[in-house]
């Protein structure tokens, strides 16, 4: 890989992409490109799936929805 090479799979991993998405964009192997990141000093990221963004908390409403019995009509059935 060129310097350019690597300039432009490091732009791409610094944006967020993975190895693996910065091989098939550049079209050089992921260990390549890992190699030539740390020879360059680049932080790496941990290895495996990005960590869940946290969710805000959700608040519980207490207040309790009246539910429907059906109908309540007292008439008899016809015959």
Known sequence: ????????????????????????LTGFP???INRALNKRGTPMRPAG????IPRPAVVVSTHR???SRG????TEPAA
């Open 1 to 24: 890989m060129t310097a350019t090479e690597i300039d432009h799979a490091e732009q791409l991993y610094l944006a967020g992409h993975s190895l693996t998405a910065c091989a098939k």
């Open 71 to 74: 109908s309540t009509s007292t």
């Open 65 to 67: 929805a009246k539910r």
């Open 30 to 32: 992921a260990s390549s």
């Open 49 to 52: 799936r990005p960590a869940p």
